[in-house]
């Protein structure tokens, strides 16, 4: 009887264990899609390649949500679909003030990083900002169609590296615990 809990207890951690490694997994990406590999934002009906490096403290690693240091953070946004290419596109990042989409008030005012609409008929939108301090922000990309607007809206924090995210492991760490002290003891 005690062999067939221990084995049954034994299984029912490994698959908390599994299922909390594909959690923190979907959790890492927000706004951004992560597929094969490749960070995308969708901005209308249109995709991008996302890609962000810190050449000073991060060197090669690349990221596509969360910027991991303040400092110099250089971005480029290449074109996945070729229908891009002739339309307007706009980059702008803001503080993030709480406020619902499209309800921020004067973009001026909140706007740390600005580039105007123009085409890049390359096919790629790159930029440098330095972020100074750690924060909340949200990336505003606009792509113009004939009149149509199409803005993407992603939100996300600057300094979050190497910083527990208590909120990220706590919850599926206790459902360990609990399990694993019911089916053990």
Not at 50 to 79: H, K, M, W
Request: aromatic share 12%; with cysteine.
């Amino acid at each position: 009887m005690t062999k067939g809990w221990t084995i049954t207890g034994i299984k029912w951690l490994v698959g908390m264990l599994l299922g909390m490694t594909c959690w923190m997994q979907a959790y890492a990406h927000g706004g951004l899609s992560m597929a094969e590999d490749m960070c995308k934002l969708t901005v209308g009906p249109y995709t991008m390649h996302f890609t962000g490096y810190q050449p000073e403290s991060s060197q090669e690693q690349e990221f596509c949500e969360d910027i991991p240091n303040t400092g110099r953070t250089v971005v480029a946004l290449d074109y996945i679909d070729e229908a891009l290419r002739p339309l307007t596109t706009e980059v702008r990042i803001i503080r993030d003030t709480g406020a619902e989409p499209g309800e921020e008030g004067n973009l001026d005012e909140i706007t740390v990083m600005h580039i105007p609409p123009k085409v890049y008929s390359n096919g790629s939108v790159t930029f440098e900002h330095t972020f100074p301090t750690e924060g909340n922000f949200v990336g505003l990309v606009t792509v113009r169609d004939n009149g149509i607007e199409h803005v993407s809206r992603f939100p996300f924090a600057v300094g979050t590296g190497g910083k527990f995210k208590m909120n990220m492991y706590f919850w599926p760490l206790l459902i360990i615990v609990i399990g694993g002290g019911y089916f053990f003891f």
